[in-house]
């Protein structure tokens, strides 16, 4: 995987700011003879787990930071450690390590305000799980309510546009879904069984690229099954809301073209396919 950037081509050194951060508040903290022995302690445990990040070495920065927690659990930089192991394990891509960690953070650290990004992290951690179509969806479904949980809490953040985008990026996906498995079903000959997925992108996912297409498989469906009045009213439906479209041109000549037989495979009780994870 190429750790310069993220699925929708984003940077993924989102953290950059927090690194110079660090920095200074490390070399204001050095120069307190307070307590020399802890802050000292503190200082070269946290710059060595930074670097270790820094040289790309997630596993072992994760393992770092945690320690800088365990010997000092008190301080102010067990609190960033925390978010900071997080963020190496997303970059090691052990995604379920860095779920667990931000959900620890955010539990033990409600007002702090690194929370917003701990949010996007854990969508981010989510969102790049997601699998093709032809998968189990899940992750997309967790990815998208994260992202929504996101937006919702902290709408202003710095973080919300991206995952506004990827909002509509993962409903698509989700609709993907539901017109393969609606493909399937009408492959088979079972048609209301494909119906009902077809039905379900338009009312669940209106705003998708989708659309247009499961319009025009509802035209064929009806047609399939001699609800020919059905499918001229679906046919028009897509005529008017999306003229010009390569579907439109197929449903025009299907509804033009009198219906289908209905095989007998359509009286056949539903069955799922074998992809299908509920």
């Not at 699998?131 to 809490?153: F, H, I, Y």
């Not at 659309?211 to 001699?226: F, N, S």
Request: charged share 25%.
């Amino acid at each position: 995987m190429d750790r310069s950037a993220n699925n929708s081509g984003h940077p993924r050194w989102p953290l950059a700011g927090i690194f110079v951060a660090a920095a200074l508040l490390l070399s204001a903290c050095a120069s307190s003879d307070d307590d020399a022995y802890s802050e000292g302690a503190v200082e070269r445990l946290y710059n060595g787990a930074l670097n270790l990040l820094q040289n790309e070495d997630f596993e072992e920065a994760a393992v770092a930071f945690d320690e800088v927690e365990r010997q000092h659990p008190y301080s102010i930089w067990a609190t960033k450690a925390q978010i900071m192991a997080a963020y190496s394990h997303y970059q090691n891509n052990a995604y379920d390590d860095a779920v667990v960690a931000i959900d620890r953070f955010v539990q033990l650290h409600p007002s702090n305000r690194d929370v917003p990004y701990a949010y996007y992290l854990k969508s981010l951690s989510y969102y790049e799980q997601i699998s093709d179509v032809g998968r189990d969806q899940q992750m997309t479904r967790l990815a998208l309510k994260s992202m929504q949980d996101l937006v919702t809490r902290f709408p202003e953040s710095k973080y919300a546009r991206d995952a506004e985008l990827k909002i509509d990026l993962t409903r698509d996906h989700l609709a993907g879904k539901e017109m393969e498995i609606g493909r399937y079903y009408e492959n088979q000959g079972r048609y209301l069984a494909a119906i009902n997925r077809f039905k379900i992108v338009l009312e669940s996912y209106q705003t998708t690229t989708h659309v247009p297409e499961a319009l025009h498989r509802l035209t064929e469906t009806y047609q399939a099954i001699g609800l020919v009045g059905e499918a001229r009213k679906t046919a028009a439906i897509l005529g008017h809301n999306f003229p010009g479209n390569e579907w439109y041109i197929d449903s025009f000549e299907i509804v033009e073209g009198g219906p289908k037989p209905v095989p007998a495979a359509a009286d056949q009780p539903e069955t799922k396919p074998w992809y299908w994870p509920f």
